[in-house]
């Protein structure tokens, strides 16, 4: 439960961007393009900084990294509140993205300490559950208080929430020894669930089998390991194609809803936050309908599912976003945001299927380092494309308390209908391209941890 407050904290952040972006664009007159700047620089730091953070992780006492890190981000959120200036705002931003990059590899590190490996989907799939609440959080929480009070106080009331977990952490929470699953790793065991994929005839990969110690392998030299991998490049791509277009709904969601549908900031928010509980509720379930499938017989239920959900999101999408009518895009806009997060709970799975789990936590490292980084590009992208086919520029934006001009909405509704695109393809190459490698992948993975655990056990001769 802590752990997954510790992502809704850094969610309901980001979403609180999105939520008082119509004050933010009135007091401090800024474009689509430096409001998704605010997003992109924090995401973009992050993602950069979670290679050393990570390399710290395995290093330090993780709960008081962690706790250390999120009172930091406390200070750094009041700072952003008392900006007196674009640019100042933004350097706060630079500075809280560091100190957020802690959070992935902490939690990844804590929660394989923590439970069994039995429980890890499970576990995963409530932390993912947080990230969307926080985002919930930001959209309903920030953004009343950004509405009612001024945009300051939006991001300011994150603040305390943030001082409290940092002393609940530190207090509750004790470090778990390193390693509580080294037993697993020397004498591997197939689970369940790879072991119904495998007997359906998948083979290992020779050319992409685990022949070194990872204990001993050098960082460039996991990287390359990790993306030689077919399966594990095309879920990293995905994933990121998934998150890059709820990146720019979390940003440009309430400028988009009050602009395009007339509403209220309140009104805006209400939309946002239904449709957000459609996204949770999918979320719980897409994983528990994989695994079912799986243990069927249909054993790229996974993927498939996966590849079905990202082409949903985008039929449903490209019409809810196109129709002026509330009424009309309302059923589409909670089946699109649905369709848009389901999939990360049984690409997650599928991603630790292909790996060797000696090589899980620098692996989740390398993959976010990725993710993270097409994230960043996401709110940047979407507010070029939205001034540009709106025609706004910064002498041409209304005054006002967060009135959303007609070109604005404009603008956004272009955005938003272009980026239905790359979700559809996404799905599309999911159905062709992974299902067919993922088995065999699966295969090799198995054969890489018993090859590791031959390795690391010693020699007849020694022992003797």
């Known amino acids: 439960m802590l752990l997954a407050c510790v992502l809704a904290l850094e969610s309901a952040d980001l979403a609180a961007i999105g939520a008082v972006g119509p004050q933010l664009k009135a007091q401090l007159h800024v474009t689509n393009t430096q409001l998704g700047l605010l997003a992109a620089v924090s995401t973009f730091v992050g993602g950069v900084m979670t290679i050393p953070f990570g390399v710290l992780v395995d290093?330090?006492?993780?709960?008081?990294?962690?706790?250390?890190a999120i009172a930091t981000w406390a200070v750094a959120m009041l700072?952003?509140?008392?900006?007196?200036?674009?640019?100042?705002?933004?350097?706060?931003?630079?500075?809280?993205?560091?100190?957020?990059?802690?959070?992935?590899?902490?939690?990844?590190?804590?929660?394989g300490d923590f439970f069994d490996a039995e429980e890890r989907g499970k576990i995963y799939g409530f932390v993912l559950s947080g990230e969307l609440l926080g985002t919930g959080i930001g959209f309903v929480v920030c953004g009343g208080i950004g509405g009612a009070l001024?945009?300051?106080?939006?991001?300011?009331?994150?603040?305390?929430?943030?001082?409290?977990?940092?002393?609940?952490?530190?207090?509750?929470?004790?470090?778990?020894?390193?390693?509580?699953?080294?037993?697993?790793?020397?004498?591997?065991?197939?689970?369940?669930?790879?072991?119904?994929?495998?007997?359906?005839?998948a083979r290992a990969e020779?050319?992409?089998?685990?022949?070194?110690?990872p204990r001993r392998m050098r960082l460039p030299a996991v990287v390359r390991y990790v993306l030689s991998i077919p399966t594990y490049?095309?879920?990293?791509?995905?994933?990121?194609?998934?998150?890059?277009?709820?990146a720019g709904l979390r940003t440009f969601g309430v400028v988009f809803v009050r602009g395009h549908y007339g509403l209220s900031q309140g009104g805006a928010i209400a939309v946002l936050f239904v449709a957000g509980l459609g996204s949770l509720v999918a979320v719980l379930i897409s994983g528990r309908t994989a695994d079912r499938e799986i243990r069927r017989g249909r054993v790229t239920a996974r993927i498939v599912i996966a590849a079905v959900l990202y082409v949903a999101a985008a039929v449903f999408l490209l019409p809810a976003v196109l129709?002026?009518?509330?009424?009309?895009?309302?059923?589409?806009?909670?089946?699109?945001?649905?369709?848009?997060?389901?999939p990360n709970p049984p690409l997650d799975a599928a991603r630790l299927d292909i790996m060797p789990g000696q090589l899980w936590g620098r692996a989740e490292g390398v993959r976010t380092l990725l993710r993270e980084t097409a994230q960043a590009g996401a709110p940047l992208l979407f507010g070029v494309l939205a001034d540009a086919l709106g025609g706004i520029h910064a002498n041409a934006l209304a005054s006002g308390a967060g009135h959303?001009?007609?070109?604005?909405?404009?603008?956004?509704?272009?955005?938003?209908?272009?980026?239905?695109v790359p979700l559809a393809v996404n799905g599309i190459l999911l159905l062709f391209v992974p299902r067919r490698s993922y088995p065999d992948d699966v295969a090799t993975a198995i054969a890489s941890e018993r090859a590791v655990a031959e390795l690391s056990r010693p020699s007849r001769a020694a022992t003797a």
């Open 59 to 68: 290093r330090v006492h993780r709960v008081r990294l962690l706790s250390l």
């Open 79 to 111: 700072i952003g509140a008392a900006s007196q200036s674009y640019e100042w705002l933004l350097i706060s931003r630079i500075g809280l993205g560091a100190v957020s990059a802690v959070a992935p590899p902490a939690i990844a590190s804590l929660t």
């Open 150 to 201: 001024g945009w300051r106080w939006g991001f300011a009331v994150l603040a305390p929430p943030a001082l409290i977990l940092a002393v609940v952490l530190s207090r509750v929470l004790a470090e778990p020894k390193r390693g509580a699953q080294s037993r697993r790793l020397q004498v591997p065991q197939v689970d369940d669930t790879r072991r119904q994929i495998v007997s359906q005839g």
């Open 206 to 213: 020779r050319d992409h089998l685990l022949r070194r110690d």
């Open 233 to 246: 490049r095309w879920l990293i791509i995905a994933s990121s194609i998934g998150y890059f277009f709820f």
């Open 323 to 342: 129709v002026s009518s509330l009424a009309v895009a309302m059923p589409l806009l909670i089946l699109g945001a649905a369709g848009l997060s389901a």
């Open 404 to 420: 959303i001009s007609a070109a604005e909405a404009r603008g956004l509704t272009y955005a938003f209908a272009i980026m239905t």
